[in-house]
T-cell receptor, first 113, second 114 residues
Framework: KQEVTQIPAALSVPEGENLVLNCSFT??????LQWFRQDPGKGLTSLLL?????REQTSGRLNASLDKSSGRSTLYIAASQPGDSATYLC????????????FGTGTQLKVEL | GAVVSQHPSRVICKSGTSVKIECRSL??????MFWYRQFPKQSLMLMAT?????????EQGVEKDKFLINHASLTLSTLTVTSAHPEDSSFYIC??????????FGPGTRLLVL
């Protein structure tokens, strides 16, 4: 059974700092990996999707990497802003699993002024 | 990007009543819809997968008679929580997908059972 873990569970940083969020998964047979953002009491916003054949994806200040063999992904946020404060979730789609997403436990990020 | 809506966004009901939550894909046809449940400060747990016109597939531990799912059209799926109890209070999120493309998530429905 695929298990997805995110470290740290919570993170507080001053504005402007670069930061890295970590995601690990136990089964490397994945179709893709996604990073989502969730604001309190809201749904999910997809940030980046990395196919299993890719190593990284970039969007603006966000960069996500994928090392499928070691079961790890990182989300790098450059020059953090208070508006980045949210919970970040990673999720993997397992091959042959009906394309279902398995979510990580999330990292709650707070960027302070 | 594609838009998925949910209605209602928040519902409070008495114990023993049934509650229906709607999930709609507004600008695309969703061949598959997913229903998730999220407890405070926890991640999303998949409850069931539904394909248009067929019965939903429930995840292990999810009572199909408790959580009735209907995917009657390519743009609408409903989740009915039957005889709701306080332990059913949670945040319910749906997502929709066309073919094997990306899942698009709804804004969620907060259910509080008194």
């Amino acid at each position: 059974k695929q298990e997805v873990t995110q470290i740290p569970a919570a993170l507080s940083v001053p504005e402007g700092e670069n930061l890295v969020l970590n995601c690990s998964f136990t089964d490397s047979a994945i179709y893709n990996l996604q990073w989502f953002r969730q604001d309190p009491g809201k749904g999910l916003t997809s940030l980046l999707l990395i196919q299993s054949s890719q190593r990284e994806q970039t969007s603006g200040r966000l960069n996500a990497s994928l090392d499928k063999s070691s079961g790890r992904s990182t989300l790098y946020i450059a020059a953090s802003q208070p508006g980045d404060s949210a919970t970040y979730l990673c999720a993997v789609t397992v091959t042959g699993g009906g394309n279902k997403l398995t979510f990580g436990t999330g990292t709650q990020l707070k960027v302070e002024l | 990007g594609a838009v998925v809506s949910q209605h209602p966004s928040r519902v409070i009901c008495k114990s023993g009543t049934s509650v229906k939550i709607e999930c709609r894909s507004l600008d695309f046809q969703a061949t598959t819809m997913f229903w998730y449940r999220q407890f405070p400060k926890q991640s999303l747990m998949l409850m069931a997968t539904s394909n248009e016109g067929s019965k939903a597939t429930y995840e292990q531990g999810v009572e199909k008679d408790k959580f009735l799912i209907n995917h009657a059209s390519l743009t609408l799926s409903t989740l009915t929580v039957t005889s709701a109890h306080p332990e059913d209070s949670s945040f319910y999120i749906c997502s929709a997908r066309h073919g094997r493309e990306t899942q698009y998530f709804g804004p969620g429905t907060r259910l509080l059972v008194l």
